[in-house]
């Protein structure tokens, strides 16, 4: 269950329209490391976690993403409402203008529409939690290539720096959950069984030995 | 508490402590005995419910839970901005 606060967890408040990034940014909306990837993945990934850490953390960093994809569809919107004709057609914005006028719709940068397959859920604890410290890696990436083309725009510059900010900490919180599960598995082999699925009992609690 | 902050000068108050909130509900996650961090989080939250409260009476409510700090008649909720909303703007 989640409700809805009437704010953003960081401020945007973007006074000049500029469809050309405005297409750009779409890809951290709807594009392969975009927020509603990075959402659905972590939420989906949540059920099979073998301990409270690691089912805490994808569960709020989940839940933290919704808040980043609600600040990235804003930076859209405020791009693109104003825009006069002749910039739609000068900036390459067109073609989405045919399909959805200046609605917000998940697209990465190059056109391609957003899609499940852009994450995984395998039910294996191991194997999602370095999918997600990579697609922490990937949103950062894609952050700092938003940041060299928008550094000289503080208004879009400065919520972009927040949500690449936040990738970096969510990696950390990842890591600390990824540790967290191998430390109740055997060193000597992390991968002798699937705690979420072949022995759950022996990785999520320490009574049963 | 100063008592005629504006209501951006209050909301950026909430935005900031409610930050605050995000980022140690997360440290707290992995830290989950970590007595700074409680403490720290502790206040911060509670904080957070009294400047909730004070924008709800003031300004109208940010979230379902304040929506019972006025008297008013008509449902203020949905008279509050959405927040990519141009400031003065009508929509």
């Known amino acids: 269950m989640w409700n809805y606060e009437k704010r953003l967890q960081y401020p945007v408040n973007i006074t000049k329209p500029n469809a050309k990034i405005a297409q750009y940014i779409l890809s951290q909306y709807g594009g392969p490391d975009g927020e509603i990837g990075a959402s659905m993945r972590y939420l989906s990934q949540r059920f099979t976690m073998p301990n409270r850490m690691a089912a805490a953390v994808l569960n709020d960093i989940g839940t933290e993403e919704l808040a980043h994809l609600e600040m990235v569809s804003t930076i859209v919107h405020q791009l693109t409402r104003d825009l006069s004709m002749e910039e739609i057609e000068k900036s390459g914005f067109g073609p989405y203008y045919i399909d959805h006028t200046v609605g917000v719709w998940p697209q990465a940068a190059g056109g391609i529409p957003f899609n499940a397959c852009e994450f995984q859920s395998k039910g294996d604890p191991v194997t999602d939690l370095f999918e997600d410290l990579a697609a922490e890696q990937k949103a950062r990436s894609t952050y700092d290539n938003i940041l060299r083309v928008v550094r000289d725009m503080p208004e879009i510059a400065d919520p972009i720096r927040f949500l690449r900010a936040r990738e970096i900490v969510h990696f950390q919180r990842f890591g600390e959950a990824l540790r967290s599960v191998q430390e109740n598995l055997d060193a000597k082999n992390f991968y002798a069984f699937n705690p979420s699925f072949d022995n759950p009992c022996k990785a999520s609690c320490k009574d049963c030995k | ?91």
């Open chain 2, 1 to 91: 508490m100063n008592e005629n902050r504006s209501g951006k000068q209050l909301l950026n108050r909430i935005n900031q402590v409610s930050f605050a909130v995000d980022d140690l509900l997360l440290y707290l996650d992995t830290h989950p005995c970590d007595e700074r961090a409680l403490m720290l989080c502790r206040k911060m939250v509670k904080e957070r419910k009294e400047l909730l409260e004070e924008y709800a009476q003031n300004f109208g409510p940010l979230t379902i839970d304040c929506t019972d700090m006025s008297e008013s008649e008509s449902w203020k909720w949905m008279e509050q901005p959405f927040p990519w909303e141009r400031e003065g703007g009508c929509r």
